[in-house]
């Protein structure tokens, strides 16, 4: 696997969590970008398969990303939902890629959220100056 493909299984993975609500003001997220817009992390996200060092985990912890929305209550996004072998895999990739980069698992996924954030937030300009163009 390459960090490329890791992405894109994560993301397609968390944008379909979407619509969700927060549980509190009852604010809809339609979208990724939405919650990314409204929201702010919360820390690191954290793997507890990889904090008990199970990499091949049968019932899966899973993995969670927190974050306050703007009315202070906190949300997740989650690992919840995803095929056990894919899961398998990327906690395979994470274990080897966070050795070699010498860093914990939690900042290797703090990278790549970051990344996948990026991403997103990068083709919203883009489709917003797209948009606006009269030339196109």
């Known amino acids: 696997m390459t960090e490329s493909s890791v992405i894109t299984i994560v993301r397609d993975h968390i944008e379909r969590q979407f619509p969700m ?12 970008k939405d919650y990314l817009e409204y929201t702010t992390h919360l820390g690191k996200p ?3 398969d990889a904090e008990k ?5 049968h019932e899966p912890l899973g993995t969670l990303s927190y974050a306050n929305c703007r009315c ?12 056990l072998f ?9 274990r080897k890629e966070s050795w070699s980069r010498k860093m914990s698992v939690s900042d290797l996924l703090d990278d790549l ?24």
């Open 21 to 32: 609500k927060c549980s509190m003001c009852e604010h809809r997220f339609l979208t990724l």
């Open 53 to 57: 060092g199970d990499w091949q985990p």
């Open 72 to 83: 202070g209550t906190t949300l997740t996004i989650s690992s919840h939902g995803m095929g």
């Open 46 to 48: 954290v793997s507890y």
């Open 86 to 94: 894919t899961m398998w895999r990327l906690l395979l990739w994470a």
């Open 113 to 136: 959220r970051q990344k996948i954030d990026q991403q997103v937030l990068r083709e919203k300009k883009r489709r917003a100056m797209h948009e606006s163009d009269p030339h196109s």
